[in-house]
């Protein structure tokens, strides 16, 4: 069975190097599964769960933001933050949550800042969604 090459990059180093029979991503236009012998893309990635399916199983990668990039046989995403699932700390990743959503009151009350805190609350969700699969 042909497989993919699989690269998820921040920029404080690598996250997972590896192969799959599929990777799935969200991207701004949609969900998109990633086989071999893909046509070439490039596509930026909302904040979700990159899953990665091997032969052993599937790794799950929580993503936040950044570009995907496929070409044949390579997958190459550039995020600029990710956890894989075995990673994530599901006591700290709940207690950024409960702040992102007090934080989402607050700037709802005061007017300001209310995106940074929606997006705070989006990473959130997605490291405890990656951990909880």
């Given at each position: 069975m042909s497989e993919l090459n699989v690269s998820i990059v921040t920029p404080d180093g690598p996250v997972f190097e590896g192969t799959a029979t599929m990777v799935i991503a969200r991207t701004k236009a949609g969900e998109l599964g990633i086989?071999?012998?893909?046509?070439?893309?490039?596509?930026?990635?909302?904040?979700?769960?990159?899953?990665?399916?091997?032969?052993s199983g599937?790794?799950?990668?929580?993503?936040?933001?950044?570009f995907m990039e496929v070409n044949?046989?390579?997958?190459?995403?550039?995020?600029?933050?990710?956890?894989?699932?075995?990673?994530?700390?599901?006591?700290?990743?709940?207690?950024?949550?409960?702040?992102?959503e007090e934080n989402l009151q607050a700037a709802k009350d005061q007017k300001v800042d209310?995106?940074?805190?929606?997006?705070a609350l989006q990473k959130a969700i997605n490291?405890?969604?990656t951990k909880e699969h």
């Open positions: 086989l071999p012998n893909h046509v070439p893309l490039v596509a930026p990635l909302k904040i979700d769960i990159v899953r990665i399916k091997q032969e599937e790794e799950w990668v929580a993503v936040n933001g950044g044949g046989e390579e997958v190459n995403i550039l995020a600029d933050t990710a956890e894989r699932e075995q990673d994530i700390d599901l006591d700290r990743a709940e207690r950024a949550k409960a702040r992102a209310e995106l940074m805190a929606q997006i490291r405890i969604h």
